[in-house]
Every structure is written in C-alpha cells, then in structure tokens.
C-alpha cells in the first residue's frame, strides 16, 4: 500500500475530482448540487487533497475572513480511511497554513457529529451556527494560533 501524498490540486483535471469528491462526501448525502461547493472565497483559499494510490481520499479548505482570522471548511476523509489520523494531518497542515499567513485565530463550523474532534486538536465551542445552507447542525469553534 501506498503512502498518503498531501498537497494542493495542481491541474484544473484535478480541481475538478477535488470538487466530486467535496460533493460526494459533504453535499450529495444532503440533497446539494455540485454548485453549492463554491462560495466567493473558492479562487482565494488553499485547497488541500490527501491522495493515495491515485485517489483523493481526504480533504480540506482553508480562506481569511480579515487578515488575521482564517476559516475552515470542508473538510472530509473517506469513510474506509477515517480515525487513522489523516483528518488530523489535513488540520495540523491547514493550521501551519493559517498560521504561515499571520492569521491568530482559526474559526470554522462543524457539522455536530464533528465536534468532538475539533475538540480533541483543541477547538473550543463558541455557540451555535445558524447559516448553513445544509440544513444540518452546525457548532462555531475556534483556536487561537
């Protein structure tokens, strides 16, 4: 078995699998288009994949919402492939991300079945969110970096 290559999408080819796979995981299960990925952050965000043999298998987003606070945001591992620390590696790469651009503060919104893996890499609940257009529980965290 190979090993697991974590990287930006580098060919417009690869975007677009990168976008299958966002759907597939996070948006299709609920009933969202494909179009419901893209927000007017999508062209100024760090996209990360994890691959392996050949396939993406996990990813991440990561945008700044001002210059020193920046937002996480779909992320997702394959189901056969979760709790083997690759939704820790594609955070822990996020954060050095954030954290290489100024940001002090990394907020995101997980989705409730999430929450206690935000905590476990030390996000701490700040309250409910109320928008999102999934129409699933959403809790706002945040970390300090």
Known sequence: MSEIEFRTPNSKNEFLEYD???WRLLRKPIGKTI???KDDFEDFSFH???IK???IIACGRLHFNTKTEAQIRYMAVEKNFQR???GRK???ILEKEAKNKNARKIVLNARDHAINFYKSTKYKV???YNGS???IPHTTMEKKI
């Open 133 to 135: 257009d999934t129409g």
């Open 84 to 86: 083997n620390g690759i």
């Open 35 to 37: 179009e419901s990925l």
């Open 20 to 22: 299958l796979f966002r």
């Open 48 to 50: 990360l994949i994890g």
């Open 126 to 128: 700040v309250g409910k």
């Open 53 to 55: 043999d050949n396939q």
């Open 90 to 92: 594609i955070l822990k």
